[in-house]
């Protein structure tokens, strides 16, 4: 069965980065895409970008332009996202989802969610 | 940007309901929408997508409707597990997700 496994729990102080993982397996990794979304405490869900485990083409949400890097490593089959200049406002628990390519960016497997605090 | 409201906001419902909900794009997104259920402390899982396919191993309950600016998420008869908050995504152009609908008990 799909399956998405990410990296533990971490907290950084402001201005710092983060690099989350999110390893697959039961499928063909290269054959999809993995979307990132996030979720601060207590609200909604908000879409951080996509890239594609095939080429490594990359989208980004607006928003995080500038601050945010996804990757791929398609020996580990692992997806990571990077951010960086973290903020109290970056406090949220981060999501990888299984996608489809380019412009498919539902999700239909998710990992577990990997919480990152901000903090002083 | 693209932005997507619900409503309601929150929903009360009793069980063997019929409930509706209703997510709306800010311009036209024609069908690529998808929504989503949340738990407390889980990840979503998908319902729904292309407004109206039902993912593999999800209730037929769950219903989806509508293309361009107005979609709706239908459950027929309303059971235990299917309390919890509901989101709406469209991915015409990037993504975007609605504020969520609560459904709780009534």
């Known amino acids: 069965q799909v399956q998405l496994v990410q990296s533990g729990a971490e907290v950084k102080k402001p201005g710092a980065s983060v690099k989350v993982s999110c390893r697959a397996s039961?499928?063909?990794?290269?054959?999809?895409?993995i979307s990132w979304v996030r979720q601060a405490p207590g609200q909604g869900l908000e879409w951080m970008g996509w890239i594609s485990a095939k080429n490594g083409n990359t989208e980004y949400a607006q928003s995080l332009q500038g601050r945010v890097t996804m990757t791929t490593d398609t020996s580990t089959v692992t997806a990571y996202m990077e951010l960086r200049s973290l903020r109290s406002d970056d406090t949220a628990v981060y999501y990888c989802?299984?996608?489809?390519?380019?412009?498919?960016?539902?999700?239909?497997?998710w990992g577990q969610g990997t919480l990152v605090t901000v903090s002083s | 940007d693209i932005q997507m409201t619900q409503s309601p906001s929150t929903l009360s419902a009793s069980a063997g309901d019929r409930v509706t909900i209703t997510c709306r794009a800010s311009q036209s997104i024609k069908s690529w929408l998808a929504w989503y259920q949340q738990k407390p402390g889980k990840a979503p899982k998908l319902l729904i997508y292309r407004a109206s396919t039902l993912e593999s191993g999800v209730p037929s309950r769950f219903s989806g409707s509508g293309s361009g600016t107005e979609f709706t998420l239908t459950i027929s008869s309303l059971q235990s597990d299917d309390f919890a908050t509901y989101y709406c995504q469209q991915y015409s152009t990037y993504s975007t997700f609605g504020p969520g609908t609560k459904v709780d008990i009534k």
């Open positions: 989802a299984r996608s489809g390519g380019l412009g498919a960016y539902w999700g239909d497997s």
């Open positions: 039961g499928y063909t990794f290269n054959s999809y895409g």
